[in-house]
């Protein structure tokens, strides 16, 4: 989607200026993807307009292939506003650290997505070699023909391709629509990533034992606990869990995309679920100490020092807007200055 993102905090009537960015979680995913090395491939639709023209030009730029996103002549490339609470004691301010997102995708480009993606000869290519294909709860609730699309992606079943799937439960965006079809969707996945407190609302727990017993089918589920863990559940039942790293957060959207991204890289690379989980809260810790729905990667070589640090030395890590403070980095500089 375009995103319009405040020049200032507090609530939006107290907001003059905009500035126009990016966004969306699938192309928050691809492009932090590209950014840690796996070549990445979004498909989705924009309108022919100046958003759509801008979202597809940021992502090519990031290393994003864009070859099969279609353009649509009628229908307005997809958009949200994002409001970022404030200290301030406007009765409407959200308060500090807080964030909300006013979405405007009825009648979108992307809306129109459906099942004839799949006869798209770019699209299909594409799908065909991907060792990954990543899909995500916000889709499902765009129209009935996203989600006919959501449901013939999933059933097509192919050796040596993996399906992840993040819940990206959105509210908003489910007003007027039925989110029961979403637990037979996660079921259909190899790989599932969902936060605790989603969890919650969409499925009715979010402990990681027992969702996996309400999701048996997925080889790997993923619960994010906001800032305190990260679980991966196998489906034989083992378990493993990595704290969160300690953060100073600027602004927390995007964070999830983030963890999602670096979670799945790190799989593409057959890295244990430890380090996987790692790159996952690395990557989400970029996000949120950013304006913006996504920040700038430690170096490769801070990363693979952190992936390979004691539960001591991971503990005692700090990241706060100017870079990384760990034992494993012996250069104690902002790591983002360097």
Same mark, same amino acid.
């Given at each position: 989607m375009a995103v319009l993102l405040?020049?200032?905090? *507090?609530?939006? =009537?107290?907001v003059e200026t905009f500035r126009h960015t990016i966004g969306g979680a699938e192309s928050n995913v691809a492009c932090t993807l590209a950014a840690l090395g796996t070549p990445t491939a979004w498909i989705s639709r924009v309108g022919?307009?100046?958003?759509? +023209?801008?979202?597809?030009? @940021?992502?090519?730029?990031?290393?994003?292939?864009?070859?099969?996103?279609?353009?649509?002549?009628?229908?307005?490339?997809?958009?949200? $506003?994002? @409001?970022? *609470?404030?200290p301030g004691t406007h009765p409407r301010d959200l308060g500090p650290g807080r964030s909300r997102l006013h979405y405007y +995708?009825?009648?979108?480009?992307?809306?129109? #997505?459906?099942?004839?993606?799949?006869?798209?000869?770019?699209?299909?290519?594409?799908?065909?070699?991907a060792e990954l294909l990543h899909l995500s709860g916000i889709s499902a609730a765009l129209s009935d023909s996203c989600l006919a699309l959501l449901r013939a992606l999933l059933a097509d079943r192919r050796s040596g391709r993996t399906v992840s799937f993040d819940l990206n439960w959105r509210p908003t965006l489910w007003h007027g629509r039925d989110s029961s079809v979403l637990p037979a969707?996660?079921?259909?996945?190899?790989?599932?990533?969902?936060?605790?407190? =989603?969890? =919650?609302? $969409?499925?009715?727990?979010?402990?990681?034992?027992a969702l996996r017993a309400l999701l048996p089918s997925p080889a790997t589920l993923v619960v994010k606990d906001a800032d305190r863990r990260?679980?991966?559940?196998?489906?034989? *039942? %083992?378990?493993?869990?990595?704290?969160? !790293?300690?953060?100073?957060?600027? @602004?927390?959207?995007?964070?999830?995309?983030?963890?999602?991204?670096?979670?799945?890289?790190?799989?593409? %690379? *057959? !890295?244990?679920? %430890?380090?996987?989980? +790692?790159?996952?809260?690395?990557?989400?810790?970029?996000? !949120?100490?950013?304006?913006?729905?996504?920040?700038?990667?430690?170096?490769?070589?801070?990363?693979?020092? #952190? #992936?390979?640090?004691?539960?001591?030395?991971?503990?005692?890590t700090r990241v706060d807007a100017s870079g990384i403070v760990s034992p494993v980095l012996t250069d104690t500089r902002p790591r983002r200055d360097r």
């Open positions: 405040p020049d200032r905090t *507090g609530p939006l =009537e107290t022919d307009d100046g958003f759509g +023209r801008r979202l597809t030009g @940021e992502l090519a730029a990031h290393g994003v292939d864009t070859s099969a996103v279609a353009v649509d002549p009628q229908r307005p490339t997809g958009l949200y $506003v994002k @409001e970022i *609470g404030s +995708r009825t009648g979108s480009a992307a809306a129109a #997505l459906g099942p004839a993606l799949l006869d798209d000869p770019a699209a299909a290519a594409l799908i065909a070699g969707l996660l079921d259909a996945a190899d790989v599932v990533l969902l936060g605790a407190d =989603e969890a =919650e609302a $969409v499925l009715g727990t979010g402990d990681p034992a990260a679980t991966a559940v196998g489906a034989s *039942g %083992r378990t493993v869990t990595e704290p969160a !790293l300690a953060v100073a957060v600027v @602004e927390p959207t995007g964070a999830g995309d983030a963890f999602a991204a670096g979670y799945l890289h790190a799989t593409l %690379r *057959g !890295l244990d679920q %430890r380090r996987r989980l +790692r790159l996952g809260h690395l990557c989400a810790a970029a996000a !949120l100490t950013a304006h913006g729905d996504r920040g700038p990667l430690p170096p490769a070589g801070d990363v693979a020092a #952190l #992936l390979d640090a004691t539960p001591a030395q991971w503990a005692a």
